[in-house]
């Protein structure tokens, strides 16, 4: 790293979650079944960035965030937050940087606590991390909070039930930016809007990044929002990194197949961007309980080999600061044979 660049504030290596199935065991060999749910990821964050997390339901996104937050204590790796590993802090020192760190929930209405008010329920952070806030101050507090997040103070009396998922989810935002962290992980955090409010709770984070300077994780299935959002991608399959890159160079030349055929997904104003060869992803994704050996996505790549099969690829350095996870990453697309459209 050079002397001018500055130290990121997130550097998570090597990140690995793999959960116990409760109850079920290997018939063979014993042992319990194990959900790969994160296999050895690694990125870094910087001050005010936001990095997009894609990938299809099912391949790690949502495990990933909440192991940057310890809100699942990872299997192995670490996770630097301003030089402090999360994963070896004790719990009482853990619970002091997490006012540092917040999370936004996909569905607003099931992550707010229906016997609160909206009122307790933002300023509920305030009373656990600054209980000595005297009740007035701390009111003042979640009154101007609802100004910035676009909801009226008076507004603080009514219970979840009383608003629409989009004034829910501007309580959400409320509640994780009460305490001025310096990290937010929104997990899907408009996917359960409707489109029309998805744009406003966009504007929202951005707006709100734009004036604190927070650093966000943008986890997401929908890659024009991701795109809108984002300057870097990172994209997942199968609990490991397909791809991390720039949010343009990935958007304009994916170097993964599996990039390649979540983007050729995304409708584009440009009809002329919708080239025969773009490749389709067809098939499922393997389950996570017994992933494949070699590269996670042979089994539907378009351009896989023998040695796809037998070995993993590692994440490689491009020399354009992005990095891929695909032995055939140096060979232009229409080079190799493409999946074709089913009729
Ligand atoms: Fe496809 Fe092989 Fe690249 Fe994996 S390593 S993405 S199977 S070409």
Same mark, same amino acid.
């Given at each position: 790293?050079s002397?001018?660049?500055?130290?990121?504030l997130?550097e998570?290596?090597?990140?690995?979650?793999?959960?116990?199935?409760?109850?079920?065991s290997?018939?063979l060999?014993?042992?319990?079944l194990r959900?790969h749910?994160?296999?050895?990821?690694?990125?870094?964050?910087?001050?005010g960035e936001?990095?997009?997390?894609v990938?299809e339901?099912g391949c790690?996104?949502s495990?990933?965030g909440?192991?940057v937050l310890?809100?699942?204590?990872?299997?192995?790796?670490?996770?630097?937050?301003?030089?402090r590993?999360l994963c070896?802090?004790?719990?009482?020192e853990?619970r002091e940087?997490?006012?540092?760190?917040?999370i936004?929930?996909?569905?607003?209405?099931?992550?707010?606590?229906p016997?609160?008010?909206v009122?307790?329920i933002?300023?509920e952070p305030? +009373?656990?991390?600054?209980?000595?806030? #005297?009740?007035e101050?701390?009111q003042?507090? @979640?009154? !101007?909070?609802?100004?910035?997040? =676009?909801?009226?103070?008076?507004?603080t009396s009514?219970?979840?039930?009383e608003?629409?998922?989009g004034?829910?989810q501007?309580?959400?935002i409320?509640r994780?930016?009460?305490?001025a962290?310096?990290?937010?992980v929104?997990?899907?955090?408009v996917s359960?809007?409707?489109?029309s409010?998805?744009?406003?709770v966009?504007n929202?984070l951005?707006?709100?990044?734009?004036?604190t300077g927070?650093?966000?994780?943008?986890?997401s299935?929908?890659?024009?929002?991701?795109?809108?959002?984002?300057?870097?991608?990172?994209v997942?399959y199968?609990?490991?990194v397909?791809?991390?890159?720039?949010r343009?160079?990935?958007?304009?030349?994916p170097?993964?197949?599996?990039? +390649?055929?979540?983007i050729?997904?995304? #409708?584009?104003a440009?009809?002329?961007?919708l @080239?025969a !060869?773009?490749?389709v992803?067809? =098939?499922?994704?393997?389950?996570?309980?017994?992933?494949?050996g070699g590269?996670?996505f042979?089994?539907?790549?378009?351009?896989?080999?023998?040695?796809?099969?037998?070995?993993?690829?590692?994440?490689?350095?491009t020399?354009?600061?992005r990095?891929?996870?695909c032995?055939?990453?140096r060979?232009?697309?229409?080079?190799?044979?493409?999946?074709?459209?089913?009729?």
């Amino acid at each position: 790293m050079s002397a001018t660049t500055p130290a990121p504030l997130l550097e998570v290596h090597d990140l690995t979650v793999h959960y116990a199935l409760p109850g079920r065991s290997r018939f063979l060999g014993g042992g319990k079944l194990r959900v790969h749910a994160v296999d050895g990821v690694s990125f870094d964050l910087g001050e005010g960035e936001t990095l997009g997390i894609v990938g299809e339901t099912g391949c790690g996104k949502s495990s990933l965030g909440r192991a940057v937050l310890q809100l699942v204590r990872p299997t192995a790796g670490s996770v630097r937050w301003r030089n402090r590993d999360l994963c070896t802090l004790p719990e009482g020192e853990l619970r002091e940087v997490r006012r540092e760190l917040q999370i936004i929930f996909q569905d607003p209405l099931s992550s707010l606590n229906p016997r609160m008010t909206v009122g307790e329920i933002v300023a509920e952070p305030l +009373r656990l991390h600054q209980p000595g806030m #005297p009740a007035e101050e701390r009111q003042r507090a @979640v009154a !101007e909070m609802f100004t910035r997040v =676009g909801l009226r103070p008076d507004m603080t009396s009514r219970y979840p039930s009383e608003f629409s998922g989009g004034q829910a989810q501007r309580v959400s935002i409320a509640r994780a930016m009460i305490l001025a962290p310096r990290l937010i992980v929104c997990d899907e955090p408009v996917s359960a809007l409707d489109v029309s409010i998805q744009a406003q709770v966009c504007n929202l984070l951005r707006d709100l990044q734009r004036e604190t300077g927070i650093s966000m994780i943008f986890i997401s299935h929908d890659l024009a929002i991701v795109r809108y959002m984002c300057q870097r991608v990172l994209v997942m399959y199968l609990g490991q990194v397909m791809e991390l890159a720039d949010r343009d160079a990935l958007f304009d030349r994916p170097l993964h197949p599996y990039s +390649r055929a979540l983007i050729s997904a995304v #409708p584009r104003a440009d009809p002329q961007h919708l @080239v025969a !060869e773009i490749p389709v992803l067809d =098939g499922e994704m393997p389950s996570p309980i017994d992933p494949p050996g070699g590269c996670p996505f042979h089994s539907r790549c378009p351009q896989a080999i023998p040695r796809c099969i037998s070995t993993r690829p590692p994440l490689e350095d491009t020399g354009d600061g992005r990095k891929v996870a695909c032995h055939r990453w140096r060979e232009p697309p229409g080079s190799v044979p493409q999946m074709t459209r089913q009729p």
